[in-house]
């Protein structure tokens, strides 16, 4: 709890309880390209940060998607690095000490979705020197980061979001 400064158990909560947390893995995918509006980040370590439950998966990545319209955030983390992602997911990451303080989110700059669609990534494990940037409908921004990483082969909604591009 952000309150309490402590860890939130199972039966601490008001509702919610039987719950567990789920374990993502963050796939760190950097920004090769700066449109107008990121301009401000040039010449840093920025990356769209995707959450996965299957990173095995990432060598068949062959775009990623995100939300048009969606407000997202670029934040500073440790290392000097900067994230975009949802408020939510900066907010979590926070709290698991990868932002330079603890609890503590350190926002650069607002990120529409709509200037993100087009620009080129650089995707760790995949064979592409550099895979794009495509819009999806039907991202949730409070599920995981709102950043998807697109594996065609392994998911029936990453390969009809792409065909019906």
């Not at 990534?121 to 020197?129: C, H, I, N, W």
């Amino acid at each position: 709890s952000p309150l309490d400064n402590q860890a939130c158990a199972d039966h601490d909560r008001a509702s919610g309880e039987g719950a567990t947390p789920q374990e993502y893995t963050n796939i760190k995918l950097k920004l090769l390209e700066f449109p107008e509006k990121l301009k401000a980040l040039e010449g840093k370590n920025v990356f769209l940060v995707a959450a996965t439950l299957r990173p095995e998966t990432m060598y068949g990545q062959t775009n990623c998607y995100v939300l048009p319209g969606a407000q997202y955030g670029a934040y500073e983390m440790k290392n000097d690095e900067i994230f975009i992602c949802s408020e939510r997911a900066a907010r979590g990451m926070a709290y698991q000490d990868l932002t330079k303080e603890h609890g503590k989110m350190a926002k650069v700059c607002d990120v529409n979705g709509d200037d993100l669609v087009g620009l080129a990534v650089k995707a760790p494990l995949t064979s592409y020197e550099k895979v794009y940037l495509w819009p999806m409908n039907t991202i949730s921004m409070k599920k995981g980061t709102g950043i998807v990483t697109s594996v065609p082969s392994d998911s029936p909604d990453d390969f009809i979001n792409l065909r019906d591009l």
